[in-house]
């Protein structure tokens, strides 16, 4: 048997290669009969799945999500920077932008004044179409909340739970942080135009309820004020490096004020951060919630002050995230029939929360790679380096197990066998994957295989 760090090597390719293919452009053309619909991915559209689904079981993912593809996309840069395996990321990223920007233009009023596309729609599938008043509202900036379009770059038709304010954030933060790795010129010129939009919406929204990254409750939650602190933080030190003072003030005064709002998570009592604000009307169980330390994950190194400070306060470094962690762990450890009996070298699949019922329920590879990536992050630093790392070990072979030979990784795996379930080759797997292995510290290819040092500079 091979070591866990072979293993991480090879499944790090693979899911580099498994990422890419959902990027657009996809030969495939996606068939969605009931809505009259056929469409392709446009350039720099990502889907969720490339693998087309109508609930046959398996969930219909050919959608372009801002959550995931801001992942992806993030993910896309840490593999260049490690390696430089993916081959044309900065072109990928551009295409990605220049996709982004174009939803901008999207105005769901034209689609309610001229109804003639309902015609194509089955009888059977307009319950599930939008009301003409929440399509109506979709223009402007409100287009940056939709949570996810067709990867043709129109508009989601379909009832879909919106608006969720993490995804401007995330695309911020990697907008970000690309462009840390690029000259400023005029290369990249429309990052920073999306950018600016990004940064107004979370400005104007971080406020305002919005649904939970799993789009189930429309609330106060955790994620995308972690999310939208870190960006409104990072952006205020990008504006200020650009001279724009007043925009700098209000960004930094909004994500300081956002941070201190999470503040009021932390549930002593319990020993973890909550993932819904109090109020929010989800049931109690939810509270515990992999999110969190996702929301850790996703906002840190951009810049963000509060991942800087001494104290990290809501960082891989704050020992009340660890605390949740471990929380986690054990809520999953107990209620999973997979982690029965665990070997000492592994530590427990996760999942979202207690009592998920999507798909088989958990586990997910997204969950477990997150509590993996959290330990060999918060490693750094540490005054206990090597237990956390060996714990970091512990969740990567447990993905490892439940890894089939050729690589695909589904949105979960079964929590009583193992088997994968929900959308197959989830993009957000593979992402997770990548970021988990480049943090657990991957080796750069051999010399000679996979081409030479790629950077995200442009050319
Ligand atoms: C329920 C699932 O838990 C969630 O993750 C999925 O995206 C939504 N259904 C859609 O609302
Ligand atoms: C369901 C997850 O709950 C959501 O967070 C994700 O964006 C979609 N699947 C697409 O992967």
């Known amino acids: 048997m091979s070591t866990l760090a072979a293993w991480s090597e090879q499944q790090y390719r693979r899911s580099i290669a498994g990422m890419l293919q959902s990027f657009g452009p996809l ?26 689904g109508a ?64 015609a194509a729609v089955a009888p059977a599938f307009h319950q599930y179409l939008r009301p003409d008043e929440d399509l109506g509202a979709a223009h402007g900036a409100a287009v940056a909340g939709e949570t996810r379009v067709n990867p043709d770059g129109t508009l989601d038709i379909s009832r879909w739970p919106r608006p969720q304010h993490d995804g401007p954030a995330l695309r911020a933060l990697t907008l970000l942080r690309w462009l840390r790795g690029a000259p400023v010129d005029e290369s990249t010129e429309a990052m920073q135009r999306l950018l600016r939009a990004d940064l107004a919406y979370v400005l104007g929204h971080w406020h305002t309820p919005c649904y939970d990254i799993w789009e189930e ?62 109020g929010a009307p989800s049931p109690p169980d939810k ?24 104290a990290a306060a809501h960082s891989v470094r704050d020992p009340r995230m660890l605390a949740t962690l471990e929380a986690l762990a054990g809520l999953f450890g107990a209620c999973y029939p997979i982690n029965r009996d665990l070997p000492a070298h592994r530590a427990p699949a996760l999942g979202r929360y207690a009592g998920d019922r999507y798909f088989s329920g958990g586990a997910y590879y997204f969950s477990t790679l997150a509590a993996a990536e959290f330990c060999y992050r918060a490693a750094a630093g540490s005054a206990t380096p090597a237990a956390l790392r060996a714990r970091g070990d512990g969740f990567l072979e447990t993905v490892r197990l439940y890894t089939p030979a050729d690589g695909e990784l589904a949105e979960q795996f079964d929590q009583r066998d193992g088997a994968q379930s929900s959308a197959k080759k989830l993009a957000w797997s593979h992402a997770a994957l990548i970021s988990c292995v480049v943090a657990g510290g991957a080796p750069p290819p051999p010399a000679g295989r996979g081409g030479a040092r790629t950077t995200i500079t442009p050319p």
Request: proline share 5%; glycine share 10%; with cysteine.
């Open 27 to 52: 030969a495939i053309v996606k068939e969605r009969a009931g809505f009259g619909q056929h469409m392709r991915a446009l350039p720099g559209a990502v889907v969720a799945s490339p693998v087309p």
């Open 55 to 118: 609930y046959d079981p398996d969930p219909d993912y050919f959608f372009h999500w801002y959550r995931d593809s801001a992942l992806v996309i993030d993910a896309l840069r840490l593999a260049s920077v490690h390696d430089g395996e993916p081959t044309d990321a900065w072109s990928r990223c551009q295409q990605f932008v220049h996709f982004s920007l174009a939803l901008g233009e999207l105005d769901g009023r034209r689609l309610v004044r001229n109804p003639a596309w309902r």
């Open 217 to 278: 409750e429309l609330g106060s939650h955790y994620y995308p004020l972690r999310v939208g602190a870190a960006a409104l933080l990072a952006g205020a030190d990008w504006l200020q490096t650009r001279g724009e003072t007043g925009a700098a003030r209000d960004c930094r005064a909004q994500g300081e004020a956002a941070l201190e709002r999470l503040e009021a998570f932390w549930d002593a009592e319990a020993g973890y951060f909550r993932s819904r604000g109090s």
């Open 287 to 310: 509270a515990l919630d992999i999110s969190v330390i996702m929301a850790a994950l996703h906002s840190a190194d951009a810049g963000d002050a509060a991942a800087h400070a001494g």
